[in-house]
Protein backbone atom coordinates (compact mmCIF):
# COMPACT_ATOMS: atom_id res chain seq x y z
CA UNK A 1 0.00 0.00 0.00
CA UNK A 2 1.09 3.05 -0.95
CA UNK A 3 1.26 5.99 1.09
CA UNK A 4 1.33 9.50 0.67
CA UNK A 5 2.21 12.26 3.43
CA UNK A 6 2.47 16.44 2.49
CA UNK A 7 4.75 18.94 5.22
CA UNK A 8 5.38 22.36 4.74
CA UNK A 9 3.74 25.65 6.26
CA UNK A 10 0.54 26.20 6.85
CA UNK A 11 0.66 30.22 6.31
CA UNK A 12 2.35 32.19 3.99
CA UNK A 13 2.71 35.53 2.83
CA UNK A 14 1.73 37.18 -0.29
CA UNK A 15 4.16 37.07 -3.16
CA UNK A 16 6.13 34.91 -0.99
CA UNK A 17 7.14 31.15 -2.22
CA UNK A 18 4.96 28.42 -0.88
CA UNK A 19 7.02 25.12 -0.75
CA UNK A 20 5.24 21.62 0.33
CA UNK A 21 7.05 18.37 0.37
CA UNK A 22 5.68 14.58 -0.47
CA UNK A 23 7.07 11.83 1.51
CA UNK A 24 6.44 8.48 -0.46
CA UNK A 25 6.49 5.07 1.55
CA UNK A 26 5.69 1.88 0.46
CA UNK A 27 6.59 2.17 -2.77
CA UNK A 28 9.57 4.62 -5.25
CA UNK A 29 8.87 7.68 -6.96
CA UNK A 30 11.29 5.73 -9.29
CA UNK A 31 8.82 2.87 -10.36
CA UNK A 32 8.10 2.88 -13.83
CA UNK A 33 4.39 3.67 -15.17
CA UNK A 34 3.76 5.78 -12.16
CA UNK A 35 3.02 10.14 -11.67
CA UNK A 36 3.47 12.22 -8.69
CA UNK A 37 1.29 14.87 -9.31
CA UNK A 38 0.19 17.87 -6.96
CA UNK A 39 -3.65 18.92 -7.02
CA UNK A 40 -5.03 21.60 -4.77
CA UNK A 41 -8.90 22.87 -3.78
CA UNK A 42 -9.86 26.27 -3.39
CA UNK A 43 -12.18 26.68 -0.80
CA UNK A 44 -15.80 25.98 -2.46
CA UNK A 45 -13.98 24.93 -5.85
CA UNK A 46 -13.23 21.98 -7.47
CA UNK A 47 -10.20 19.94 -7.66
CA UNK A 48 -7.19 21.49 -9.85
CA UNK A 49 -4.38 19.85 -10.84
CA UNK A 50 -1.14 21.48 -10.54
CA UNK A 51 1.59 19.56 -12.40
CA UNK A 52 3.24 15.70 -12.32
CA UNK A 53 7.00 14.42 -12.07
CA UNK A 54 6.98 11.37 -13.47
CA UNK A 55 8.70 8.32 -12.47
CA UNK A 56 11.75 9.28 -15.10
CA UNK A 57 12.15 13.08 -13.52
CA UNK A 58 10.22 14.84 -16.39
CA UNK A 59 7.72 17.32 -15.41
CA UNK A 60 4.62 18.42 -17.06
CA UNK A 61 2.72 21.49 -15.73
CA UNK A 62 -0.86 23.23 -15.60
CA UNK A 63 -0.28 26.10 -18.46
CA UNK A 64 -1.92 28.55 -16.36
CA UNK A 65 0.16 27.92 -13.09
CA UNK A 66 3.28 26.93 -15.21
CA UNK A 67 5.07 29.90 -14.69
CA UNK A 68 5.00 29.80 -10.87
CA UNK A 69 5.10 26.08 -10.89
CA UNK A 70 8.30 23.82 -10.33
CA UNK A 71 8.18 20.45 -8.88
CA UNK A 72 11.29 18.56 -8.34
CA UNK A 73 12.14 15.23 -6.77
CA UNK A 74 14.97 13.48 -4.14
CA UNK A 75 15.01 9.92 -4.78
CA UNK A 76 17.24 9.00 -2.10
CA UNK A 77 14.62 10.25 0.45
CA UNK A 78 11.67 8.95 -1.56
CA UNK A 79 10.10 12.45 -1.78
CA UNK A 80 8.70 14.99 -4.72
CA UNK A 81 7.98 18.80 -3.98
CA UNK A 82 6.38 21.83 -4.92
CA UNK A 83 7.10 25.19 -5.37
CA UNK A 84 4.74 28.13 -6.15
CA UNK A 85 6.13 31.80 -6.41
CA UNK A 86 4.47 34.92 -5.92
CA UNK A 87 1.58 33.38 -4.33
CA UNK A 88 -1.78 35.52 -3.74
CA UNK A 89 -4.58 35.01 -1.33
CA UNK A 90 -6.45 33.33 -4.78
CA UNK A 91 -3.54 30.15 -3.52
CA UNK A 92 -5.19 29.25 -0.51
CA UNK A 93 -6.26 25.93 -0.93
CA UNK A 94 -5.90 22.24 0.42
CA UNK A 95 -3.08 20.92 -1.39
CA UNK A 96 -2.81 17.39 -2.33
CA UNK A 97 0.11 14.67 -3.30
CA UNK A 98 -1.47 11.66 -4.98
CA UNK A 99 -0.49 9.20 -7.59
CA UNK A 100 -1.66 6.98 -10.65
CA UNK A 101 0.14 4.31 -12.43
CA UNK A 102 -0.47 5.17 -16.27
CA UNK A 103 -2.20 8.20 -18.00
CA UNK A 104 -4.81 10.31 -15.76
CA UNK A 105 -7.79 10.89 -18.10
CA UNK A 106 -9.07 13.79 -16.36
CA UNK A 107 -6.25 15.45 -14.09
CA UNK A 108 -8.76 17.27 -12.00
CA UNK A 109 -10.49 14.72 -10.68
CA UNK A 110 -10.35 11.73 -8.39
CA UNK A 111 -9.32 9.11 -10.43
CA UNK A 112 -5.84 8.70 -8.88
CA UNK A 113 -4.99 5.59 -7.14
CA UNK A 114 -3.48 7.09 -3.93
CA UNK A 115 -3.62 10.51 -2.05
CA UNK A 116 -2.46 12.29 0.46
CA UNK A 117 -4.30 13.22 3.63
CA UNK A 118 -4.19 17.17 2.22
CA UNK A 119 -2.64 20.23 3.66
CA UNK A 120 -4.21 23.49 4.77
CA UNK A 121 -2.51 26.49 2.86
CA UNK A 122 -3.09 29.95 4.08
CA UNK A 123 -1.63 32.66 1.80
CA UNK A 124 -1.95 35.85 4.36
CA UNK A 125 -0.31 38.72 5.91
Known amino acids: QVQLQESGPGLVKPSQ ?3 LTCTVSGGSITTSGYGWSWIRQPPGKGLEWMG ?15 SRTSISRDTSKNQFSLQL ?12 CATKNGQVSDPDSYEYDYWGQGIQVTVSS
Not at 54 to 59: F, I, L, N, R, V
Not at 85 to 91: I, K, M, N, R
Open 52 to 66: VIAYDGSTYYRPSLK
Open 85 to 96: TSVTPEDTAVYY
Open 17 to 19: TLS
